[in-house]
């Protein structure tokens, strides 16, 4: 089984940057699509953006589309979140997850959940 911990969450103002990390252990071979998810209060999670580990193919949630950008780091094992020209919509806590299978946005088709990172945009 993988293992997902999130790191590099934080506050930052409408219009400002962050970048959240994915860091993963475990049976990392296995790895196949690493996905971003995030769920703000008193609503569903949500997907934003997921990559294929192998071919590094991406894709995203419309909402994210020209602001955010995921990638990896094979040598780290570790899946990349850059989130430019935040907005306080963006505020919520951002989980990674696995999935064995590429092209979903359905939390039901990810697994190996992490524990989250709260980001934060202000107005």
């Known amino acids: 089984q993988v293992q997902l911990v999130e790191s590099g969450g934080g506050l930052v103002q409408t219009g400002g940057s962050l970048r959240v990390s994915c860091a993963a252990s475990g049976r990392t071979y296995s790895i196949y699509t690493i996905g971003w998810f995030r769920q703000a209060p008193g609503k569903e999670r949500e997907f934003v953006a997921a990559?294929?580990?192998?071919?590094?193919?991406?894709y995203y949630a419309d909402s994210v589309k020209g602001r955010f950008t995921i990638s990896r780091d094979n040598a780290k094992i570790t899946v990349f979140l850059q989130m430019n020209s935040l907005k306080p919509e963006d505020t919520a806590v951002y989980y990674c997850?696995?999935?064995?299978?590429?092209?979903?946005?359905?939390?039901?088709?990810?697994?190996?959940w992490g524990q989250g990172t709260q980001v934060t945009v202000s107005s």
């Open positions: 997850a696995h999935a064995t299978i590429y092209g979903s946005q359905s939390p039901g088709a990810f697994g190996s």
């Open positions: 990559i294929r580990w192998n071919a590094g193919s991406t």
